[in-house]
C-alpha cells in the first residue's frame, strides 16, 4: 500500500519537475527563472523525502536538510546579485 502510494507521488513529482524544467528553458524573465529554480529544488528535495519513506530509511531526510540548506542559500545569493551587482560585500 505504501509502496503504491510513494510510487504513484513520485511519479506526479517527476511530472512537476518537468514542468519546472520548461518553465527554465522559457522563462521570459531572470527573476522567472530563478524562482523556477527555486521550485525545482522545493521538488527535489520533496522527491528525495518521498523516497525516504518507501526505503524507510532516515538518511534521506538528512540528504533533504542538505537540499533545504543549499537552496535557500542559492536562491538569496542570485537574488542579491540581482539587486546589487555582487554577493560579498
Known sequence: ????????????IAVAALMNLYRLA???DVLDRILTLETLV??????????????GTSLYF???LLFVAVGFLSTV?????????????
Open 42 to 55: 522545493t521538488n527535489t528535495i520533496g522527491l528525495v523525502v518521498v523516497i525516504g519513506i518507501w526505503y
Open 26 to 28: 522559457k522563462g521570459p
Open 62 to 64: 538528512e540528504i533533504a
Open 1 to 12: 500500500m505504501i509502496a503504491t502510494a510513494c510510487l504513484i507521488a513520485v511519479c506526479v
Open 77 to 89: 545569493a542570485f537574488c542579491k546579485y540581482l539587486l546589487r551587482g555582487n554577493v560579498i560585500e
